[in-house]
Each structure stands twice: as C-alpha cells, then as structure tokens.
C-alpha cells in the first residue's frame, strides 16, 4: 500500500522568504514522487519529479525538493517567495501496482504569500 | 500546442439528469484518468484507461460511466445515480505504459459541476 501525507493543511509566507512545504510518504516498492501546483480554478501543473536517479529535484519557478529515503520524506523548498507562487501544491507518490501505474494524491498545502 | 482540453468550463445539472463531461488530449498519451477534487479531500481517481477501448474503475466509480472509443477522447458521464456530483473534475493523460510509474500527468483545466 502506499499513502502521502502533506503535514500543513495551510502555510502563510512573507514575500521574499524561504518556502518549505512538508510531505512523508509511504510505499511498498522505490516510487516516484512528483509535485504539483494548482492555482484557483485551474488544471494541476507538474512542478518537478524524483525518479530514482539524483536525490535533489530542481523544478520549475525556482522550487526544488530532495528525496530523503530514511526520512521517507519529499518536502518542497524556494529560497524566496513570490506572490505569483500562491496556489494549493499537491506531493504524488507513484508506484507500479499490478502492471499499472497506481498514483495518490495528497490532500493539499494552501501557500498564502503576504506582501 | 499539445494539451489537453476539457468542456465545459463550468456545467450545471438538475436532479435525476446525466451529463457529459468532454476530455480531448493531443498528446498521443496512451493513458487518461477522471479525477474528482473536493476541497480538503485531494483527487480521488474515478476511472482510469491505458489504452483504446479498455478502462477500469478507479476508488470512487459508482455514479459514473467512461468510454475510450478513441486514443484522444475519454468522455465521462455523470450519471443520475451519483447523489453527490457537485465537485471540480479534472482530466488527466500520461505516456506512461503499463508498469512505467516515472511519467508525470498533463491535467486539463478542470470542469466545475453544480447540481441545482
């Protein structure tokens, strides 16, 4: 079985510094791990991925996230937040199960950047 | 561009009646997937199909039908015996092929369904 949790349901920032966004997953087998962002009534868009090859993940708009196997974490960082990164960012684990691939979502961080 | 389109942006449907949600993706993805977002509760998967004319029944199929009669369209029907459709549904595709785990998902732009 596998599962993901996203520790903060919500995290408030100042514009300018550091984001963390936590996530822990479980899994059965080595997954990959994805993060997505999400803004307001919009379709997810794919931050950035882990695959097994190097552990820290450089994505899109700055972010990037390390794969920590004996932490089973992927937590999501930016050295300096922006007001255009507000948005709800999804951590998905994914793993082969019977020949397809069986992905779950997490339930959600709500980043809120103050100016 | 490639992407992946879904229509209507917004859908309002009565008691008792069903309704089609439209996903078109030119992609040449083999893999398509309805989720259901409700606030709080992440994506749950409804039906997912890896190739043309075969799908299969994600966590919370009941209420709902799908058809892959093509590789670029997966339309999903709400039918009237969902007793809860009110949610934002997004279509999603992927490359990966059975077993591949490492290919992320392309998302539409969602559908927002209100039964009124």
């Known amino acids: 079985a596998q599962s993901v949790t996203q520790l903060d349901s919500h995290v408030s920032v100042s514009e300018g510094t550091p984001v963390l966004l936590r996530c822990n997953y479980s899994?059965?087998?080595?997954?990959?791990l994805f993060w997505y962002v999400q803004h307001p009534n919009k379709g997810l868009q794919l931050l950035l991925k882990?695959?097994?090859?190097?552990?820290l993940v450089k994505g899109i708009n700055g972010f990037e996230a390390e794969f920590k196997k004996s932490e089973t974490s992927f937590h999501l960082t930016k050295p300096s937040a922006h007001m255009s990164d507000a948005a709800e960012y999804f951590c998905?684990?994914?793993?082969?199960?019977?020949?397809?691939?069986?992905?779950?979502f997490g339930t959600g961080t709500k980043l809120q950047v103050i100016p | 561009d490639g992407g992946i389109t879904q229509s209507p942006k917004y859908l309002f449907r009565k008691e008792g009646q069903n309704v089609t949600l439209s996903c078109e993706q030119n992609l040449n993805h083999d893999a398509m997937y309805w989720y259901r977002q409700d606030p709080g509760q992440g994506l749950r998967l409804i039906y997912y199909s890896q190739i043309v004319n075969d799908f299969q029944k994600g966590d919370i199929a009941e209420g709902y039908s799908v058809s892959r009669e093509k590789k670029e369209s997966f339309p999903l029907t709400v039918t009237s015996a969902q007793k809860n459709p009110t949610a934002f549904y997004l279509c999603?595709?992927?490359?990966?092929?059975?077993?591949?785990?490492?290919?992320?998902?392309?998302f539409g732009s969602g559908t927002r369904l209100t039964v009124v």
């Open positions: 999603a595709s992927s490359m990966a092929r059975q077993g591949e785990t490492n290919y992320g998902y392309t």
């Open positions: 998905v684990v994914s793993q082969n199960s019977g020949g397809y691939q069986k992905v779950t």
């Open positions: 899994s059965s087998y080595s997954p990959s």
């Open positions: 882990y695959t097994s090859a190097a552990t």
